[in-house]
């Protein structure tokens, strides 16, 4: 049974097919000697199943966001992301279910000369989302550009409703708060004090990352064995312990949860980022093709093929650098992987 949710949780439409399902992977246990297969198990959280356009951590957030843009009878609903960004695709379509227009802000290198419509572009464009292309440069100025094109929509007569960037703010971190009241159900019967587990998942805006460490406060998770680690796929642990602990407390000043998250509830194992953000490199797309042999699950190059090689790299040093066993938090990306990649070099 999950447990009752806190009482000031906000309103939530429902968009994501939940709770998700959990299993245990048999990546690394056959290949490996019996003594370091046993001490290291990876479960695996099936988010990438949350649905099918709406696959992914993103949806949980938007069940939040959507519901004040419902509530602020919004017409337009505005975010941004990179070129291939889940986060905006998934918002695009949490839109058009809802019956809202979308507007998405997208980076790429030449703005001029947008990328061809493949993977998450594809989609954006078939829902009919409005596409403003962007340079790096002028991604600085985001936080300007969303509220310059809510503007717009405003002047029409229209009603914007602005979702930052990854959905990443004290209202979508209610997705994963309330996530991890399923992982703590999941946990019962693996996690104790004596197995301790650990949750990992890719943190690639922090979002995610908070909910999870604001659910495990808020239920005392710590005392069952169950702790929480991101693994960032972008900039560096410094950022991130930023992020969530600005994320976190203004989750607590809003609605008065008391969870008083503090740098030492914040594990972010930095060191995986490689080649930089959206891109790869062949080990981390070999681990990508392992996975998808040993177990029939398809991780993308962005987030959680990153994260999950990161995790194995981490493992590989040291088995118990989780604890007795890790619950890895598959939070979506398919569609990423049917943008121009590297991998078919792997296959
Ligand atoms: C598939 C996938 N996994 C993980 C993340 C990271 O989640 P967050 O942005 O909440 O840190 C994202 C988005 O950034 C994503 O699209």
Known sequence: MIEPLHEREPPRVQLA????????????????????????????????HTGSELLGNKVRKLEYLMAEALAERATHVITCGGEQSNHARATAFAAAQLGMKSLLILRTDDPEHPPEPTGNILLDRLV???LQWISR?????????LADAAERVRRAGDRPYVVPEGGSNALGSWGYLRAMHELADDLQGIA???????????CGSGGTGAGLILGAKLLGLAKRGIRVAGINV????????EVILRICAEADARWQLGANV???????????VGRGYAKSR????????DVCRSDGIVLDPVYTGKAFHGLVTELAADPARFGAAVAFLHTGGLFGLFAPSEIAGVL
């Open 17 to 48: 097919n939940q709770p998700t399902r959990g299993h245990w992977l048999r990546y690394g246990q056959t290949d490996r000697p019996r003594e370091a297969a046993e001490r290291w198990k990876i479960w695996v959280k099936r988010d990438d």
């Open 128 to 130: 009919g989302a409005e």
């Open 137 to 145: 440069p002028a991604w600085r100025d985001r936080t300007q550009l």
């Open 192 to 202: 104790t004090p004596d197995h301790p587990v650990t949750v990992v998942y890719a």
């Open 234 to 241: 972008c900039d560096d642990r410094a950022y991130f312990t």
């Open 262 to 272: 503090t740098e030492a509830d914040i594990e972010i194992v930095d060191g995986h």
């Open 282 to 289: 062949p080990e981390e797309l070999a681990t990508i093709r």
